[in-house]
């Protein structure tokens, strides 16, 4: 079956650096996002990996594998407002997207 | 620009009853996605629509789930009859691009049967 792997759950100290590990077994990859929410909230987009690599966006990197079937998110500078649930996302053939069940992220005073 | 809106925001009903949940994505987005998302676990696929037409709805658990997207505009998602193990989150998402790969999620319809 098709299956994203990543961390319930990951702590740590404001101002520290954090970074959320994601596995996947997929048929037909194109390429991995990462959604950011908050309790309550909608998904909301962050990043996406089509080629192998690393991409920035401000205090937010995301980076690729194919070949390890890995992915990860990095957070730096964190702050009390990155408190929330990551989720990866692979999207496979036909266009569809699955999602894994997301990594709560625990940022500390 | 408005973002992807749903209604209810929440719904409780008994079991044995239907539940029609409304989706309105971007203007101008032709995927609308449904997903599901049960306390603790991933956010499941239901299905996607590009503009009216069913692209993919190879997530959907059963027949008792009935999707349509009139016009191409906004959704429906009904629930008859609703059964315990439907309890959840069901979120909606538009996207511009065909892969999806930025996808513009709603803020969710917490469904509760019991």
């Known amino acids: 079956g098709q299956s994203l792997e990543q961390p319930s759950e990951v702590t740590a100290v404001e101002g520290a650096i954090v970074q959320i590990n994601c596995t996947y077994q997929?048929?037909?990859?194109?390429?991995l996002s990462w959604y950011q929410q908050h309790d309550g909230g909608a998904p909301t987009f962050l990043s996406y990996?089509?080629?192998?690599g690393l991409e920035e966006t401000g205090r937010f990197s995301s980076f690729l594998s194919r070949s390890d079937s890995y992915g990860y998110l990095l957070l730096q500078e964190l702050q009390m407002k990155d408190s929330a649930s990551y989720f990866c996302?692979?999207?496979?053939?036909?266009?569809?997207?699955?999602f894994g069940a997301g990594t709560r992220l625990f940022v500390k005073a | 620009e408005a973002g992807v809106t749903q209604f209810p925001s929440h719904s409780v009903i008994e079991k044995g009853q239907t539940v029609t949940l409304r989706c309105d994505p971007i203007?101008?987005?032709?995927?609308l996605y449904w997903y599901r998302r049960v306390m603790g676990k991933e956010i499941k696929f239901l299905l996607h629509?590009?503009?009216?037409?069913?692209?993919?709805e190879s997530g959907m658990p059963n027949n008792r789930f009935l999707a349509e997207r009139t016009g191409g505009t906004y959704s429906t998602l009904k629930v008859q009859p609703a059964e315990l193990e439907d309890s959840g989150v069901y979120f909606c998402?538009?996207?511009?691009?065909?892969?999806?790969?930025?996808?513009?999620f709603g803020p969710g319809t917490r469904l509760t049967v019991t």
């Open positions: 998402a538009s996207s511009q691009d065909a892969g999806g790969y930025e996808q513009y």
């Open positions: 997929t048929s037909g990859f194109y390429g």
């Open positions: 990996n089509a080629l192998d």
């Open positions: 996302a692979a999207h496979t053939g036909g266009f569809k997207t699955i």
């Open positions: 203007s101008g987005h032709d995927n």
């Open positions: 629509f590009v503009k009216e037409s069913k692209q993919d």
